[in-house]
């Protein structure tokens, strides 16, 4: 398993020098050709000496990861030398932690956005959605003109949602008639987000991704998994989070052709 995280020596313990170990990177290219090459590409990635990699998830959620590295000091005790390592942050020229770090980092934003949108507060929601009703009924909607307190959040959240095509159940929590005026460009993805919440919103637990909720809510805290990994599928967040990690614009090819629409039919994506 620690192969996709960039691990050379886990798969040279279990299958060896020679044919065995040829054989396990034939197989994983050929039956898992994308899955294998992001694992090489996020290894590739690394930023020689640097610091710290960093990277805003389309929730802004930013993450922060120091570069940590060994550092022998050497100590005498009652005569005797040894050495006692610490770890600094040092940047190396190479490195293997951004695979997981990456992977991880979308992991967390799963989480999130289970809360978000099975644990949602139905008195906003339900503001939001005569709102929405008004626009439709009349083509406008009652405001009071004053800058809203979340104005500045709304406007961060859409600009990620334009840049990755993700959109974060975040922005339902903060938008208001003072700030909509920053979607009306696309009101049809914000009613697109309220029309595939849960019917009602129920309690879901968390521990990484694993999740729990009342048996009543089963089948609903499934459909809100699969939806989340269509949106990220369907989404340019990979090439969000690579852009940032290089500090440049980047493009990344996708493997799979129409995996998003599966996803959202599959049974066993949490089970």
Known sequence: MTSMYG??????????????????????????????????????????????????????????????????????????????????????????????????????????????????DAEKIGYLREILDEIDRTGTYSTSGELSRNHDLVETLWKHYRETGFLSARILEVLDTENLALVLNDLPAIQSLLDTLPAKPFPVLAIHDAFACHPNYGNDVRRQYNRILHDIGASEMLASVVSDIAGQPTQVHKYGGNLATHVLESNYSLS
């Open 7 to 120: 691990s050379k020596r886990q798969p040279r313990r279990v299958f060896g020098e020679g044919e065995g170990l040829e054989a396990f990177y034939q197989t994983m290219q050929e039956e898992l050709p994308g899955a294998w090459a992001l694992n090489e590409a996020l290894r590739e990635l690394w930023q020689p000496n640097a610091l710290s990699h960093d990277w805003v998830l389309p929730d802004n959620f930013h993450v922060h990861v120091n570069v940590m590295s060994p550092v022998a000091h050497p100590i005498v005790v009652n005569g005797q030398k040894m050495s006692v390592t610490t770890y600094e942050n040092l940047g190396t020229e190479t490195g293997l932690s951004l695979g997981a770090n990456v992977v991880h980092s979308i992991d967390g934003l799963v989480v999130r956005e289970m809360a978000r949108r099975c644990s949602y």
